[in-house]
């Protein structure tokens, strides 16, 4: 340690309705997990959705998990060597649940994806928009 170093805080934590949730410095953002599933806000503020509506993103996700594996997959195949099930990881973002009831299913970290991240963005059950970049 250095005459002039720090140590580093800790991040914030606080346990909501037996949910660890994470305030990380270091991007700045929310993260919990709930029932095995990483949830993350990039907003100031976080809105932490009910168990109820945490209960119906996952029942989403589980119903749109095939129709996003085929997106993945064609896009994908656009990128060379890039596939799917290459210990990529998903998340999903809630910041804009609480306005409109949206949220944001990122695919990222492939091992042959180098940087390439895939967002869905899931609005009334459905789809509604998709985007891939580095």
Known sequence: ???????????????VAGIEVVFHRDHEGWEFSYRGVKFLSFLPALTLPSIAEL???????????????????????EWGDARLDDEESCSVNVQDHAADKSFTVSWSDGASWGDLGVAFIIRCSVIADESWGD
């Not at 250095?2 to 914030?12: A, E, R, V």
């Open 1 to 15: 340690m250095g005459l002039f170093s720090k140590t580093s805080k800790p991040n914030p934590r606080l346990t």
């Open 55 to 77: 209960d119906s993103i996952l029942v989403t996700l589980e119903s749109l998990k095939s129709e996003m594996r085929t997106r993945l997959r064609k896009g994908l195949s």
